[in-house]
């Protein structure tokens, strides 16, 4: 299996700071990497696929770099609403996907 | 846009057998562009992917719960389910229904997610 590791875990920021989240994949999944924001009490929602292309209706303050084995989501300027649990995923084997631990973003 | 909404019991006992289905709403599950999957999560295990149906007909599980599960589409009532046995404790979770991508593998949209708990 193909395992996701990110960091940090957690997470407290102001907003309008800039923050950057890590996934670090257990092998090389090329650009197979995509990221999702979960609200409390929601389900996950897609924000960016294949690494670094943007979801339709996601703000560009969110932006995802990263190909091989090690990933980034950035925050440009936190926004209330963005305070939340991030999750990177991976759809490089397509026999079993996984997904990171998350990483929650406080206030 | 398309939209999906899980229904079961929130309640299965020890060793029994938990189904939910999945109404799809807004587009035809029997696209071929997609893919239909359950994720569930839980507190233990965070996101974990269940199995997908292709349109095609054919299933792929998570080989950790082969075993237990079986995916299936009803393309005349646009509906999803997913049936798994044998329950434990482990299976306590929020089911998701989603939508996937083939060749990305990215899932949206997401249902809502139903509670299912399995308690004696």
């Known amino acids: 299996d193909i395992q996701l590791t990110q960091s940090p875990s957690s997470l407290s920021a102001s907003v309008g700071d800039r923050v950057t989240i890590n996934c670090r994949a257990s092998q090389g999944i090329s650009n197979y990497l995509n990221w999702y924001q979960q609200r409390p009490g929601e389900a996950p929602k897609l924000l960016i696929y294949s690494a670094s292309t943007l979801q339709t209706g996601v703000p560009s303050r969110f932006s995802g770099r990263g190909s091989g084995t090690d990933f980034t989501l950035t925050i440009s300027s936190l926004q209330p609403e963005d305070f939340a649990t991030y999750y990177c995923q991976q759809g490089f084997s397509s026999t079993l996907t996984t997904f990171g631990q998350g990483t929650r973003l406080d206030i | 846009q398309v939209q999906l909404q899980e229904s079961g019991p929130g309640l299965v006992k020890p060793s029994q057998t938990l189904s939910l289905t999945c109404i799809v709403s807004g587009g035809s599950i029997s696209s071929g562009s997609y893919y239909w999957s359950w994720i569930r999560q839980s507190a233990g295990q965070g996101l974990e992917w269940i199995g997908r149906f292709k349109t095609s007909g054919s299933t792929k599980y998570n080989p950790s719960l082969k075993s237990r599960v079986t995916i299936s589409v009803d393309t005349s009532k646009n509906q999803l389910s997913l049936t798994l046995s044998s329950v434990t404790a482990a299976d306590t979770a929020v089911y998701y229904c989603?939508?996937?991508?083939?060749?990305?593998?990215?899932?949206?949209?997401w249902g809502q997610g139903t509670l299912v708990t399995v308690s004696s």
């Open positions: 989603v939508r996937e991508r083939p060749g990305s593998n990215w899932f949206d949209p």
